[in-house]
């Protein structure tokens, strides 16, 4: 069974300060992808980052970065100098690669993320 | 180039009731899927459509069907409406061009519609 749990359900920071948010992901499954997404208040669900199990590389991108760890199912997401536009609630994401599931996303529960000026 | 579109955005029906959500890919993706998200949680994979035929069905009652028409477009079909059925309905499609490929492609979302069962 695929599982994401997000265990902070709410993070509260100030304007400028570094925030991650974690993620843990279970699957018995050699090939997956993991993503995460961010979802403003319109509701609309934006893609943030996507990561292939078999590239552990960890990459930044602009304020963006993402710690991913096979050995400890983790896909972590921390963005830098957090902005008041980047209070949202931001999901991580658990695809697989089986033909039955195709395309189905797995979600976590969420992690409300309030930057305060 | 214009994202997913769903439509209504919102709308408030009574238990019993049925309703119909319909949803626009982006141009040139032929796969849509549909999710629920119920208040505070993710959300909940309903159904998958690629090429007209269903292809995904996650653990939803058979009060939820879907279609998926030559254009591409879909709808979603709730019947018998039951408070819990109150939720965010995101539409979102991705580029598959066949069965296998493009499944390491992010899925687009629309703003999705929001249904108040009352």
């Not at chain 1, 292939?52 to 990459?59: A, V, Y």
């Not at chain 2, 069907?65 to 039951?82: D, H, I, K, M």
């Amino acid at each position: 069974a695929q599982k994401v749990t997000q265990a902070q359900t709410e993070i509260s920071v100030v304007e400028k300060e570094d925030v991650t948010l974690d993620c843990v992901y279970e699957t018995r499954d050699t090939t997956y992808y993991l993503f995460w997404y961010k979802q403003p208040p319109s509701g609309e669900l934006v893609f943030l980052i996507r990561r292939n199990s078999f590239d552990e590389q960890n990459e930044i991108s602009g304020r963006y970065s993402w710690n991913f760890q096979k050995s400890t199912s983790s896909f972590n997401f921390t963005i830098t100098a957090s902005q008041v536009v980047d209070s949202a609630v931001y999901f991580c994401a658990l695809k697989t690669d089986r033909g039955s599931t195709l395309g189905r996303l797995y979600f976590g529960r969420g992690t409300q993320l309030t930057v305060w000026p | 180039d214009a994202g997913v579109t769903q439509s209504p955005t919102h709308l408030i029906k009574t238990r019993g009731q049925q309703v119909t959500l319909r949803c626009s890919p982006i141009s040139g993706h032929k796969s849509v899927s549909w999710y629920q998200q119920v208040l505070g949680q993710g959300p909940q994979f309903i159904f998958q459509y690629y090429e007209k035929e269903e292809r995904g069905r996650g653990n939803f009652p058979d009060r939820f069907s879907a279609r998926q028409f030559p254009n591409y477009s879909s709808e979603l079909n709730v019947n018998a409406l039951l408070l819990g059925d109150s939720a965010l309905y995101l539409c979102a499609s991705s580029r598959l061009t066949q069965l296998g490929e493009g499944r390491t492609g992010e899925l687009f979302f629309g703003e999705g519609s929001r249904l108040t069962v009352l």
